[in-house]
């Protein structure tokens, strides 16, 4: 187990189309977070999971937005009816939680673009 | 509100010029706070944690420091490869600074 995996690492799709992402985190990471950055811009916080459970969601996740991690392990972000506004960099993070404090370990990203 | 805050955007250095970059929060019961670097088209990368005040961490041309309501990234004698965005963070709080951007010319 490398690190955080996220696939696809790029993904061009016209507007209203929608997209699903998936993210492996580490194995042994209990939390797992998804952020979006644009251009410019720190990282933005979407939503994370400890374990199955999502504890906790951005007011930037629209209705349209939605995440499951099913079994605590890899974790699925979809958009539905994509508009041009969601390109970004969509950046799964993965940390283990009840050990102390743990750093953030971050995927490679997958690029949206809304055409 | 909690907030983090990080100066200047942009920093552009001339090789072998030492500077800092500061990342000021007002998050109360601070646990943690976490710089990271990040290359274009890239996930952030790990750097330090810090936990208290006055605490400070050394890797390569990086140091980073800590009082009660900031943090310091000091780059001595940079290279053009530290070219990249420093990003800062404080744990249990999922808000990140903007980051700074920095190119070192050669």
């Known amino acids: 187990d490398t690190g955080v995996s996220q696939n696809p690492r790029h993904k061009i799709t016209k507007r209203g189309q929608n997209v699903t992402f998936r993210c492996d985190p580490i194995s042994e990471h209990n939390r797992l977070y998804w952020y979006r950055q644009t251009l410019g811009q720190g990282p933005e916080f979407l939503t994370y999971?400890?374990?199955?459970?999502?504890?906790?969601k951005s007011r930037l996740l629209s209705d349209r937005f939605s995440a499951e991690r099913p079994k605590g392990s890899f974790s699925t972000l979809e958009i539905q009816r994509t508009e041009q506004g969601d390109s970004a960099m969509y950046l799964c993070?993965?940390?283990?939680?009840?050990?102390?404090?743990?750093?953030?370990?971050f995927g490679s990203g997958t690029r949206l673009t809304v055409v | 509100e909690d907030q983090v805050t990080q100066s200047p955007e942009a920093l552009r250095l001339q090789e072998g010029e030492s500077s800092s970059l500061n990342c000021s929060y007002t998050v109360s019961g601070l646990r943690g706070l976490f710089w990271y670097r990040q290359d274009p088209g890239k996930g952030p990368e790990f750097l330090f944690t810090l936990y208290s005040a006055g605490e400070e961490k050394e890797k390569e041309r990086l140091k980073a420091t800590l009082t009660k309501k900031e943090s310091f990234l000091h780059i001595t004698a940079p290279k053009p490869e530290d070219s990249a965005t420093y990003l800062c963070?404080?744990?249990?709080?999922?808000?990140f600074g903007t980051g700074t951007s920095l190119t070192v010319i050669p």
């Open positions: 993070a993965s940390s283990l939680a009840g050990t102390g404090i743990s750093s953030y370990t």
């Open positions: 999971f400890q374990n199955e459970a999502q504890l906790e």
């Open positions: 963070a404080v744990e249990g709080q999922f808000y």
